[in-house]
């Protein structure tokens, strides 16, 4: 039997290592899927990256990983085009739906209002919050 061994300094290769016999057991189950990553920037006027939205596609959903709008930016509906685009890209590469995560400080009511709706919840994380899981269909 293998003993589990802690990595300090993971890197790629080995997540991808760990991820391949779950690929295969999932692919097994419900077939292969397309994988896509989606990245949506915003730029400032010397056309350097100051946010945007970062995502995977799979099994049919796009996962939005992370979705960064600086301080100067925010209420200008930057956010709101970055997810509209962001249902656009889904869209083309055959999604159903859009999910998410988000925490009680952070934009919770920023994706409701775009029609997402709470799937799940983790209270005290972190300590006196809570992080929310959200989903749209788009199909």
Known sequence: MTIPEIISGPTDAIRDAILAPLIAHNESMVGPTERHTVAIVLRDGGGAIVGGLWGLTGFRWLFVQYLAVPPALKGQGRGRALMLAAEDEARRLGCIGIWLDTFSFQARGFY???G??????IDDFPPG???????????
């Not at 919050?129 to 199909?139: G, M, Q, S, T």
């Open 112 to 114: 409701e209002k775009l």
């Open 116 to 121: 997402y709706g709470v799937i799940g919840q």
């Open 129 to 139: 919050e809570a992080r929310f899981f959200l989903r749209k269909r788009i199909d």
